[in-house]
């Protein structure tokens, strides 16, 4: 049979646009097909007042410069023949998990001493489970498309009681903290394997940003695929997949209708399933709950008092006012936002190579919120209540900032900032469905995960989230992983961490 390609990917995500890199370096055949204007999925850039603004991108993480050990980004990089110098990273000073009780600071691993001090500090008795729990993580092996590890899912806050038995329970609380927040779809846990990546990710490897944000990767990734043979199309839409009789796929596209032998998709589960004319299968998941708004600010460093009090020192902050608890879950229905947690990035508080801070005139602040998409996509339809739902979250975004500054003390007025903010914009739940595609805006994808990547179809294969692995890094590892077992059927090529 004549086919048109070896292999159609679905969605120019960080995972489609590896598994597409890794598959065109085997001489495959590759289509990739990206209904936006640029490759990236949820995170990627736009350009805005002359302004380049990242998507999703808060901090790169997993960074591990290659004299420290092989973390996760130095396979990365050598499966897909990319240098690391190329991509410029600068790694955070140290980045914070504050609660009303206290603070944690962390910083780069795979040293893990600034971490150590915060939990000695906060939590004298407790520093030696801490470490037996570092132990615990440095010693787990994780391998990538295990399906056994779908049907054996442990919740992480239960053993994290076992590991941490007698400890405060307010050290789970804020070690769970940053684990959810980038990576669960989960609402209040997140599956144990999943948990000792992110551990590992944040923690004992750690934060850092491309120079110019996300662009400097993409460009990367594209090049890499052009480089291979890969042929890309953007603004096509996926219209529909149909299964042939001698086992081939067609996919109708607003570009055309393209035939090939394997399809792999970083659409979603459901989303790709939907996507199939046949529809005796059931769809047995339910879209994924869990959902953000984020704002965007920029300030003139040159008007704020923050300069000379030495602040921000940190590159990531995570936020929580409720005592003793973190609460990561939808708001209620008649809810937009949580305001009593946030993400809340410095995107620009990095170093350089030298290890000094990156000099810049202004200060940008991006602020993450829990949302509910039934209460925003409900919202939209009127565009008046729509917007001025937006400006109550970018000044519930700022109040929020002003609650930590005054934690690190120092007390700003709310027109203090929003008088002198020279740029601003706000992202919204219906903001991610509509530019991602995803059912809910589930940023983290649906709560059952498919570790294989395999579907209830013959040679459709999912990466990305939904096959289990979430984040920049973790979607480039999915791509890679799914490419080489299902396209290459290389077995042992980075398959664990």
């Not at 037996?132 to 399906?147: C, G, K, M, P, Q």
């Not at 927040?181 to 999943?194: A, R």
């Not at 993400?343 to 810049?360: M, R």
């Not at 509910?372 to 700022?398: C, G, H, M, P, T």
Request: glycine share 8%; hydrophobic share 40%.
């Amino acid at each position: 049979m004549n086919l048109d390609f070896d292999v159609i990917i679905i969605g120019a995500g960080m995972s489609g646009i590896t598994a597409g890199i890794r598959s065109a370096m085997s001489g495959k055949r590759v289509l990739l097909l990206e209904q936006q204007q640029e490759v990236g999925g949820l995170n990627t850039y736009y350009k805005r007042a002359e302004r380049i603004i990242d998507v999703g991108l808060h901090a790169f993480t997993n960074y591990l410069p290659p004299h420290k050990g092989k973390g996760a980004l130095n396979k990365i990089l050598r499966q897909l023949r990319i240098r690391f110098e190329d991509l410029k990273l600068g790694e955070h000073p140290s980045s914070l998990i504050s609660f009303a009780e206290g603070g944690m600071v962390f910083g780069n691993g795979p040293d893990v001493q600034t971490f150590c001090e915060s939990v000695r500090k906060l939590f004298p008795e407790d520093e030696q489970r801490f470490l037996s729990l570092v132990r615990t993580i440095e010693n787990y092996n994780v391998n990538f498309i295990d399906a056994k590890q779908t049907q054996n899912e442990k919740s992480a806050r239960q053993e994290l009681q076992k590991i941490l038995e007698g400890a405060n329970p307010l050290l789970l609380e804020m070690l769970l903290f940053p684990c959810l927040v980038y990576g669960s779809s989960w609402e209040n846990d997140l599956e144990f394997s999943q948990f000792a990546i992110m551990f590992r990710a944040l923690f004992l490897e750690g934060f850092a940003r491309p120079e110019g944000g996300v662009k400097r990767l993409i460009d990367l990734l594209k090049a890499r695929f052009l480089e291979e043979g890969g042929n890309l199309k953007l603004k096509c839409k996926v219209l529909s997949l149909t299964e042939g009789k001698a086992g081939e796929w067609r996919v109708f596209s607003t570009l055309g209708v393209f035939s090939a032998k394997q399809v792999i998709s970083c659409a979603g589960s459901l989303e790709s399933y939907k996507l199939i004319e046949e529809r005796a299968l059931p769809l047995a998941q339910e879209r994924g709950k869990l959902t953000f708004t984020e704002a965007i600010f920029v300030l003139p460093r040159s008007a704020l008092v923050l300069q000379n009090k030495g602040l921000p020192k940190h590159s990531v902050v995570f936020y929580n006012e409720r005592p003793g608890h973190y609460r990561y879950a939808a708001p209620l229905e008649c809810t937009a936002i949580d305001t009593s947690s946030a993400l809340i990035c410095f995107p620009d508080n990095y170093l350089d190579a030298q290890k000094q801070t990156i000099p810049s005139e202004e200060l940008v602040i991006r602020v993450s919120l829990l949302a509910n998409f039934d209460y925003w996509e409900k919202l939209r339809k009127v565009r008046a209540d729509y917007l001025r739902a937006k400006e109550y979250v970018l000044e519930e975004s700022i109040k929020l900032v002003l609650r930590y500054l005054k934690r690190e003390g120092v007390e700003l007025s709310y027109l203090e900032i929003k008088d002198k903010i020279i740029f601003h914009d706000v992202f919204t739940p219906w903001t991610i469905r509509r530019y991602g595609g995803r059912e809910g805006a589930a940023v983290y994808g649906h709560e059952r995960k498919s570790r294989d990547g395999k579907t209830p179809y013959s040679q459709l294969y999912l990466c990305g989230s939904d096959q289990g692995f979430v984040g920049v890094v973790g979607a480039m590892l999915s791509g890679i992983a799914i490419a080489n077992q299902y396209v290459i059927k290389d077995h042992q090529s980075e398959t664990s961490i």
